[in-house]
């Protein structure tokens, strides 16, 4: 049984950080994903990394050079480093995997995911 369970959430004020974790189990050769969904706004792509951990792609409007995506595979734990948070980062923060057999490949698109995390809420609020 897959299961993804999304931790570190919380509220920051701008210019803040925190680090998201997704412990994964049940999921084997999974490459990973984070996205995020603000009220009223459709679920988006944030980061994606690849199986090995070597290759990962950003959405490079919004959080390139702000966020880090990184994996310890020996844990099977996806991280999501946000640093200097902006009021507009606030949103449900989801972590997705699916099974891939290419250790390289990142996926960026929602619908390559079939495995979803609960969410955890980030507010970035003075």
């Known amino acids: 049984q897959v299961q993804l369970v999304e931790s570190g959430g919380g509220l920051v004020q701008p210019g803040g950080s925190l680090r998201l974790s997704c412990a994964a189990s049940g999921v084997p050769f999974y490459a990973m994903g984070w996205f995020r969904q603000a009220p009223g706004k459709e679920r988006e792509f944030v980061v994606g990394i690849s199986q090995s951990g070597s290759n990962t792609a950003y959405d490079a409007d919004s959080v390139k050079g702000r966020f880090t995506i990184s994996r310890d595979n020996a844990n099977n734990t996806v991280y999501l480093q946000m640093n200097s948070l902006k009021p507009e980062d606030t949103a449900v923060y989801y972590c997705?995997?699916?099974?891939?057999?290419?250790?390289?490949?990142?996926?960026?698109?929602?619908?390559?995911?079939?495995?979803w995390g609960q969410g955890t809420q980030v507010t970035v609020s003075s």
């Open positions: 997705a995997a699916l099974r891939s057999f290419n250790r390289w490949r990142v996926f960026t698109s929602r619908g390559d995911y079939p495995y």
